[in-house]
T-cell receptor, first 112, second 115 residues
Framework: GDSVTQMEGPVTLSEEAFLTINCTYTATGYPSLFWYVQYPGEGLQLLLKATKADDKGSNKGFEATYRKETTSFHLEKGSVQVSDSAVYFCALTSNRDDKIIFGKGTRLHILP | GAGVSQSPSNKVTEKGKDVELRCDPISGHTALYWYRQSLGQGLEFLIYFQGNSAPDKSGLPSDRFSAERTGGSVSTLTIQRTQQEDSAVYLC?????????????FGEGSRLTVL
């Protein structure tokens, strides 16, 4: 079945460092890909998405590019802030059904 | 309401008791999902409702788990004869109908602790 694999955390970085959180997927057909974020004490919310190959999703300085050839959707940010500390989830939804599959999440700690 | 509402926010119960968790989705959202979030396990899909179609129950971990959705709106997740391994945060999410945009709107969850 469809699945999402993302790097295990926690990831600890200093403020202004470059961030990459890896995500790869397995799916039949042409899934849409997402990153969700869960800030401390808050519910999950959509961060960005890409619905077809080579699309780039971006929001709040974060970017991720849908790479069909490597089945990846890595999350990047050029300069992280303390306020980016959260848990990040990579997810996919196939066009076969409406089930949305999440990775296990990556906890990010940004040190001032 | 403006967002997805879940109740109770916290529930402590004894092993063997039944619990009911409630989800009130965003008005007009026809798709409703239940997930379970356990430490180190990420988000585990449980069940999915879409309109009047039969629900996708493929993620329910055992027959102790069931869910229903009345009138296409409020949903209740029931766990019978709770076990300690059922302790987790149960998340509900809803999505509008139409194109498969994938954007889910999540509630803040119901934290279940089974003693």
């Amino acid at each position: 079945g469809d699945s999402v694999t993302q790097m295990e955390g926690p990831v600890t970085l200093s403020e202004e460092a470059f961030l990459t959180i890896n995500c790869t997927y397995t799916a039949t057909g042409y899934p849409s890909l997402f990153w969700y974020v869960q800030y401390p004490g808050e519910g999950l919310q959509l961060l960005l998405k890409a619905t077809k190959a080579d699309d780039k999703g971006s929001n709040k300085g974060f970017e991720a590019t849908y790479r069909k050839e490597t089945t990846s959707f890595h999350l990047e940010k050029g300069s992280v802030q303390v306020s980016d500390s959260a848990v990040y989830f990579c997810a996919l939804t196939s066009n076969r059904d409406d089930k949305i599959i999440f990775g296990k999440g990556t906890r990010l700690h940004i040190l001032p | 309401g403006a967002g997805v509402s879940q109740s109770p926010s916290n529930k402590v119960t004894e092993k063997g008791k039944d619990v009911e968790l409630r989800c009130d989705p965003i008005s007009g959202h026809t798709a409703l999902y239940w997930y379970r979030q356990s430490l180190g396990q990420g988000l585990e899909f449980l069940i999915y409702f879409q309109g009047n179609s039969a629900p996708d129950k493929s993620g329910l971990p055992s027959d102790r788990f069931s869910a229903e959705r009345t009138g296409g709106s409020v949903s209740t997740l029931t766990i019978q004869r709770t076990q300690q391994e059922d302790s987790a945060v149960y998340l509900c999410a809803s999505r509008r109908s139409g194109a498969n945009t994938g954007e889910l709107f999540f509630g803040e969850g119901s934290r279940l602790t089974v003693l």
